[in-house]
């Protein structure tokens, strides 16, 4: 009976040498990852990279217009525009996602021919000339602020004409905003919407 007891009583100091542990490990792993380790990124990111840490904003005139990070919506014909968006009504951050339609989606299929008969329109294009994917597609996140550089290329004329400028010029404004693979050797080069049309209007 003794040693029923002595056992009974081992077992429960065990568990609470166990728990007492737990505890401990958990409190300490609490500290360092929602707080030292949080701060540590954080003050890094502000002595380092506060440009992007702050959300890699944009300003003219003292005022926020844009992050180029996050694509916005030009519909006007001087302006580049970018790649279509199916987040909220467009470009919300808030509601960051795509269509989630399928290629055999036939809402899909009908958008992107309507969307293609549109490109060629109001670039003036032949019916014979290839449309970018990304110039009738959705990206994933519905905020990309890149469309590639054949997309830009198509759509040079279409906006040198409108603003009086010469194709030259703005195929160079559209070399000065396209940007490389990512490390040399990750995904395709491409242009900032964004910082291509601040640039058209002098607020860069």
Request: aromatic share 4%; hydrophobic share 40%.
């Amino acid at each position: 009976m003794k040693k029923g007891k002595d056992k009974d009583q081992s077992m429960i100091m065990d568990l609470i040498a166990e728990l007492r542990t737990s505890l401990v490990a958990t409190l300490l792993l609490a500290v360092l990852l929602c707080g030292v380790y949080p701060v540590v990124v954080w003050g890094v990111a502000r002595g380092i990279f506060l440009h992007k840490a702050n959300g890699s904003l944009l300003y003219h005139d003292g005022r926020i217009v844009g992050s180029s990070l996050i694509g916005q919506e030009f519909k006007g014909p001087g302006y580049f525009h970018p790649r279509p968006s199916a987040a909220g009504e467009g470009y919300d951050a808030a509601a960051s996602g795509g269509s989630n339609l399928g290629p055999t989606s036939q809402k899909l299929i009908d958008a992107v021919a309507e969307r293609i008969s549109g490109y060629r329109t109001e670039n003036g294009l032949a019916e014979n000339v290839p449309v970018p994917a990304d110039a009738v597609t959705a990206s994933g996140s519905g905020l990309d602020p890149h469309i590639s550089i054949a997309n830009a290329a198509l759509q040079a004329r279409r906006v040198a004409s409108v603003r009086g400028l010469s194709e030259a010029a703005v195929h160079k404004k559209i070399e000065a905003r396209t940007e490389g693979r990512d490390m040399g050797i990750f995904g395709e080069p491409r242009v900032n919407v964004l910082l291509l049309n601040l640039d058209l209007d002098g607020k860069l």
